[in-house]
């Protein structure tokens, strides 16, 4: 009896250890595959056509070539990427100076967008204004858009940064209508009044997820649109709602999810001006009414939002029709500027089907450049050594490094003929 007592005494820590050391190994499984820690470091894909200006780019551009190394532990998760942007925007933020203007659009509606003049001088001596876009319901005030204008003048821009139509909760709206997926009325009065207020600067178009489908919709809906624009550098956009929509609803890499917790925030901005996009108004759209009210409270989806409410500020009577009209994807090639379009392969957001657009784009024209990195996320692209993410992002060094290529290649290429201007952008 003693001996067997001492036997079944002895295996028992053993089967347990065995259950701890499984445990632990299943544990361990799950977190490299949840981290993705076995996925290498590499420098991001490029796609473009070989040309002086792509050839002047690799040359001006490190980061272009460069791998980019995200922080250790996490860094390779597109969700932690996506999950800390979302949540923090940016670590460390500063805190740039800006004065705010006001703009009374043709149906009462007010813009509002923030003006932030150059710390310094640019690197190529002359006024060079960076015109931004923020994402979805975005503006000057998150910390992602603080960061990167603060970078931007420190190197010599100047910022004006639009508030997208009823994303301030301390201003109210003024018409029945707020910002959508791809209206451009907003964006395009404040980079009048920046071309009417000064003169003699050029300008750098950046838009960030949807102000990236604004900024290059507005650069393709009018030629004169890029007069006097440098480039446009487009972030972790989309390119076409209509295709998006179907990726969108389904739960690989959680997009079902991302897509409610997007939607809820619409819903309680919506809701935030209830009285004037809902109440007793003459203006407010015809086909707008309770029952789109009511439908918005149960909406679980940001299509259902903009079926029910987002399209009907501008008539569309469907919502096929407003995501095609929207979109982007019919204007990308009008673009004749030189246009950077980055986005990344771990965006848990943008399906890789949708990387097909900017690919077939960039292979095509000579102006297009298409920049993918394998980290990165939604607008993350945080760098650092293990934990602790960096002020500054990938993404804000490379916005910046490429516009400043740009304005030297402007100054130091040589100028064609205005009759060669006209047949190149006939092209």
């Keep these: 009896l003693k001996m067997s007592a001492i036997l079944e005494t002895s295996e028992l820590p053993a089967v347990f250890d065995g259950v701890k050391l499984a445990a632990v190994a299943a544990v361990l499984y799950v977190i490299v595959r949840c981290l993705n820690l076995k996925s290498p470091t590499a420098p991001p894909e490029l796609i473009y056509q070989d040309s002086a200006l792509a050839r002047f780019l690799l040359k001006s551009c490190p980061l272009l070539t460069k791998e980019y190394i995200p922080p250790l532990i996490w860094g390779k998760s597109g969700h932690i990427q996506t999950a800390l942007y979302g949540k923090m925007g940016r670590v460390r933020s500063p805190h740039p100076y800006g004065l705010r203007k006001y703009l009374t659009m043709p149906d009462g509606a007010t813009a509002t967008f923030d003006l932030f003049e150059p710390q310094s001088e640019h690197c190529i001596g002359e006024d060079v204004t960076m015109v931004i876009c923020p994402g979805i319901a975005n503006h000057s005030e998150k910390q992602y858009i603080r960061t990167f204008v603060d970078y931007a003048q420190k190197n010599g821009y100047r910022c004006a940064v639009l508030n997208h139509l009823g994303a301030l909760p301390n201003i109210e709206l003024t018409s029945p209508r707020m910002f959508t997926y791809g209206c451009t009325w907003e964006f395009g009065a404040m980079v009048n009044y920046i071309k009417k207020t000064y003169p003699h600067t050029q300008l750098v178009v950046v838009g960030f997820s949807l102000g990236g489908n604004i900024v290059c919709k507005y650069l393709g809906e009018n030629q004169a649109n890029q007069e006097r624009v440098l480039c446009c550098v487009s972030v972790c956009q989309g390119y076409s709602a209509l295709r998006a929509q179907e990726t969108f609803m389904q739960w690989d890499h959680c997009r079902r999810f991302y897509n409610f917790l997007m939607a809820d925030n619409m819903k ?7 009285q004037v996009l809902f109440g007793d108004n003459m203006k407010k759209p015809q086909s707008l009414s309770d029952a789109d009210l009511s439908k ?18 501008h008539g569309y009577s469907s919502l096929k029709e407003y995501y095609e009209e929207e979109s982007c994807l019919q204007y990308l090639h ?63 060094k490379l916005v910046v490094q490429y516009a400043n290529a740009i304005c030297q290649w402007e100054k130091t290429k040589p100028h064609c003929s205005d009759a060669e201007q006209a047949v190149s952008g006939q092209e």
């Design 268 to 274: 309680k901005i919506i809701l935030s001006h209830r």
């Design 296 to 313: 918005l409270y149960t909406a679980t989806s940001l299509m259902q939002i903009d079926d029910n409410v987002m399209r009907k500020f």
């Design 334 to 396: 009008r673009i004749y500027v030189p246009l950077l379009l980055v986005n990344a392969a771990d965006d848990p957001l943008v399906h890789e089907s949708l990387l097909s657009i900017p690919r077939a784009l960039s292979e095509k024209k000579e102006n297009v450049m298409h920049v993918l990195p394998l980290h990165g996320g939604h607008l993350g692209f945080f760098e650092g050594s293990v934990l602790f993410p960096e002020p500054l992002t990938w993404m804000d």
